[in-house]
Every structure is written in structure tokens, then in C-alpha cells.
Nanobody, 122 residues
Framework: VQLQASGGGLVQAGGSLSLSCAAS????????IGWFRQAPGKEREFVAA????????YYGDSVKGRFTISRDNAKNTVYLQMNSLKPEDTAVYYC????????????????WGQGTQVTVSS
């Protein structure tokens, strides 16, 4: 599966951004698409995931209530709406495709997009 993430940018604290992740290739093999983020000097952190067939949704604790993940199966695209952004949300955001396993861990994901930078100024 090939993944193309887009939509990052610079926003002030309290603002909003929307990310998109377009998937192509062996879509039928996907179990879930997830978003992860990595800030400089930190480990990659789980943000959110949605299962492709049934639409089950999972969020990391740090983004619950602020971020919303959704999918459009017809467009093979997953979206991440980020509201009430904080400076600590600043990171490179990656989308990834999983064929199975626990969606909150990076090693369940086989294919990764190139990442998009999100910067939240205080």
C-alpha cells in the first residue's frame, strides 16, 4: 500500500488543521490506517486509527476530545481533523497502513507515508 499524507502547516495554539492520507495499491489487504507523530528527540507516538472495513476508531490519550479521525472508503482516504491545537502537538505526522494486530503500536504497521509537518505556535 502506498500512502500520501498532506495538509500540515503552521497554526497558532487553539487553531485547527486537517490532514489527509490517500491510499493506493493493495487496498483490500488493509486492516486499519493509523496516524502517528514524532517530535524531535522523541519516540513515534500513536495518535489515532480507524479500521478500514468496520470503521472502529481509536485515539491516543493526548488527543482524545480534540482530534477526529474519519475515512472515505470510496476515495481511499483517511482524514485527521485536529482542533484546539497545542504547542505540544508540534511534530511530523505520519499515516500508516496495517494488515492486522494492535493498532496503537508502530510494529503493527507495514507501510508508511512520507510525513507532514505540523507546527503549533504559542
Amino acid at each position: 500500500v502506498q500512502l500520501q499524507a498532506s495538509g500540515g502547516g503552521l497554526v497558532q495554539a487553539g487553531g485547527s488543521l486537517s490532514l489527509s492520507c490517500a491510499a493506493s495499491g493493495r487496498i483490500f489487504s488493509m486492516y486499519a490506517i493509523g496516524w502517528f507523530r514524532q517530535a524531535p528527540g522523541k519516540e513515534r507516538e500513536f495518535v489515532a486509527a480507524v479500521t478500514w472495513r468496520f470503521g472502529s476508531i481509536y485515539y491516543g490519550d493526548s488527543v482524545k476530545g480534540r482530534f477526529t479521525i474519519s475515512r472515505d472508503n470510496a476515495k481511499n482516504t483517511v482524514y485527521l481533523q485536529m482542533n484546539s491545537l497545542k504547542p505540544e502537538d508540534t511534530a511530523v505526522y505520519y499515516c500508516a497502513a496495517s494488515k492486522g494486530g494492535r493498532v496503537v503500536v508502530t510494529n503493527s504497521y507495514d507501510d508508511w507515508g512520507q510525513g507532514t509537518q505540523v507546527t503549533v505556535s504559542s
